[in-house]
């Protein structure tokens, strides 16, 4: 079983950068794309972006294109997620998640992580 931990987030005025990362662990962990998705109340649950298990791949939720960048490092088991020119409307929680390759939720998508807030304020 696949354990995703998460860390990074907080707040930041827009314009800014943050940066997350999840550290997956478990076997065959290394063998899945992982990747984000974020959520605000009374919303639901949006893509943000994915990896490739190897890495060859990405995909990123037309909100945030040119401005994420995910990346992975498979010696450590972990993906990041840049978050640059941070803008109000990226406020949400979010959330690592794995699994098979495109990783879309409520289908490829197995395992989640807890969450990690991110507030970006005007």
């Known amino acids: 079983q696949v354990q995703l931990v998460e860390s990074g987030g907080g707040l930041m005025q827009a314009g800014g950068s943050l940066r997350l990362s999840c550290a997956a662990s478990?076997?065959?962990?290394?063998?899945?794309?992982m990747g984000w998705f974020r959520e605000t109340p009374g919303s639901e649950r949006e893509f943000v972006a994915a990896?490739?298990?190897?890495?060859?791949?990405?995909r990123y939720g037309d909100s945030v294109k040119g401005r994420f960048t995910i990346s992975r490092d498979n010696s450590q088991n972990t993906a990041h997620l840049q978050m640059n020119n941070l803008k109000p409307e990226d406020t949400a929680i979010y959330y690592c998640?794995?699994?098979?390759?495109?990783?879309?939720?409520?289908?490829?998508?197995?395992?989640w992580g807890r969450g990690s807030q991110v507030t970006v304020s005007s």
């Open positions: 998640a794995s699994g098979p390759w495109p990783l879309r939720i409520g289908r490829e998508v197995n395992v």
């Open positions: 478990g076997r065959f962990a290394h063998t899945y794309a």
């Open positions: 990896i490739s298990w190897s890495g060859g791949s990405t």
